[in-house]
T-cell receptor
Framework: SQTIHQWPATLVQPVGSPLSLECTVE??????LYWYRQAAGRGLQLLFY??????ISSEVPQNLSASRPQDRQFILSSKKLLLSDSGFYLC???????????FGSGTRLTVV | GDSVTQMEGPVTLSEEAFLTINCTYT??????LFWYVQYPGEGLQLLLK?????DKGSNKGFEATYRKETTSFHLEKGSVQVSDSAVYFC?????????????FGTGTRLKVLA
């Protein structure tokens, strides 16, 4: 069966520090992968998506970046965190338009 | 572009009350429609879906019907429980460029009181 792993679950980082969040998928091949951010009390904002290895599309300009070094691995990074980067980060995958997304359990990032 | 509009919350109900959470959409094509649920501190879980007009998605007592004529996909449950307290998101699939991006509403928080 397909599973998605996302870590860490919580993270507290100082302003200006780097960030690396990792997401891996098991049990499927060539998934579409997504990074979303959910700010406190708000909806979901699509940050990046990827349809294949090395293929990254950015939805919102910001100081975050994403990479897909392997078929089932998706990484969200930042060189220098801002206070406004705080939020709940969700990784998701899909293999088609009708199946819906499967989400990871999320990472709560607090930048202090 | 495509969009999803949900009723604003929070919605507060007593246990065993009837629930409706409104969702309307705009889309240039024929999207699939979804409801997701997010329990406190967790990621989103797919609750139900409908892939074409007049389809009814159902799961755990929740139902939603894809109404093309009114561009709506309202979520309903006949008798809510305290355990249904969560945030509910309506979403549609955007087929643009084959990326299957999903567009989410802002979410509706439901609180069920015992």
């Amino acid at each position: 069966s397909q599973t998605i792993h996302q870590w860490p679950a919580t993270l507290v980082q100082p302003v200006g520090s780097p960030l690396s969040l990792e997401c891996t998928v098991e049990g499927t091949s060539n998934p579409n992968l997504y990074w979303y951010r959910q700010a406190a009390g708000r909806g979901l904002q699509l940050l990046f998506y990827s349809v294949g290895i090395g293929q990254i599309s950015s939805e919102v300009p910001q100081n975050l970046s994403a990479s897909r070094p392997q078929d089932r691995q998706f990484i969200l990074s930042s060189k220098k965190l801002l206070l406004s980067d705080s939020g709940f980060y969700l990784c998701a995958w899909s293999v088609g338009e009708r199946g819906g997304y499967t989400f990871g359990s999320g990472t709560r990032l607090t930048v202090v | 572009g495509d969009s999803v509009t949900q009723m604003e919350g929070p919605v507060t109900l007593s246990e065993e009350a009837f629930l409706t959470i409104n969702c309307t959409y705009t889309a240039t094509g024929y999207p699939s429609l979804f409801w997701y649920v997010q329990y406190p501190g967790e990621g989103l879980q797919l609750l139900l879906k409908a892939t074409k007009a007049d389809d009814k998605g159902s799961n755990k007592g929740f139902e939603a019907t894809y109404r093309k004529e009114t561009t709506s996909f309202h979520l309903e449950k006949g008798s809510v429980q305290v355990s249904d307290s969560a945030v509910y998101f309506c979403a549609l699939s955007d087929r643009g460029s084959g990326t299957y991006k999903y567009i989410f509403g802002t979410g509706t928080r439901l609180k069920v009181l015992a």
